[in-house]
């Protein structure tokens, strides 16, 4: 897949890092619950069952009116977690095996932008990524398993989503990713998710592999 590939499609939190490991996404969860209620924003009974984005999500779409107030409010939690954010294990080594090979990487997430660069700039990562498409803003319609983000992120690299591949670590990844008609790669990296992922092109459960794969791709070069 990645000697077919021309540009490689990465999730965020899980192949990438671990966006809530100073504070788990269930506290950080509850905390924008308490938040959202301040606000007069009305959670549905299961709030408690709802990660950030998710419930986030859940609430655009129940409040269209206050969708602005939630995008604002979990966008700051989640800058807030960038700052304390762990690196996935292998990604970097990944990183830069892509470079060397000559496949741009684009981050394609559920997660705010202005929270991902952060983190890039943080951990020295910003210059081995081509580009970042994060949460389209107070839109959740437009984002994973809808295949916009892959769309937007080949356009911008004047690509279509086939050249591509995405790694991820959710269904809705996976789902994403055939809607877009990419390949993908499922990061299978707790127990349960083999199954869960197990109708993306590929599975792997450390990114070590992927970059000792990447190494053994031809360099392709830009316009080739």
């Not at 509850?30 to 990660?51: S, W």
């Not at 959740?140 to 995405?166: S, Y």
Request: proline letters at 8%; one cysteine or more; hydrophobic letters at 45%.
């Amino acid at each position: 897949m990645f000697a077919a590939a021309r540009v490689i499609l990465l999730d965020f939190d899980g192949p990438t890092a671990h966006l809530f490991a100073g504070n788990p996404a269930r506290a950080v969860a509850d905390e924008l619950a308490a938040q959202f209620h301040n606000a007069g924003i009305p959670l549905p009974d299961d709030a408690d069952e709802y990660g950030p984005p998710e419930l986030s999500a859940e609430l655009m779409r129940r409040s269209p009116d206050r969708a602005d107030t939630v995008e604002a409010l979990l966008a700051a939690a989640e800058i807030r977690a960038a700052d304390t954010a762990e690196p996935t294990p292998g990604c970097r080594e990944m990183l830069v095996a892509a470079r060397k090979a000559g496949r741009p990487v684009v981050i394609v997430s559920n997660n705010s932008a202005d929270a991902i660069r952060m983190y890039l700039n943080h951990h020295q990562l910003a210059d081995l990524i081509a580009d970042v498409v994060g949460r389209p803003w107070a839109a959740p319609d437009r984002t994973k398993p809808d295949p916009w983000p892959l769309h937007e992120a080949a356009r911008r690299q004047h690509v279509t989503a086939a050249d591509c591949v995405l790694i991820g670590d959710s269904v809705t990844d996976i789902e994403a990713a055939q809607s877009a008609g990419a390949a993908s790669i499922g990061y299978a990296n707790k127990p349960g998710k083999t199954e869960r992922l197990r109708h993306a092109t590929a599975l792997v459960d450390d990114m070590h592999d992927l970059a000792d794969a990447l190494r053994s791709v031809p360099h392709l070069t830009p316009g080739a």
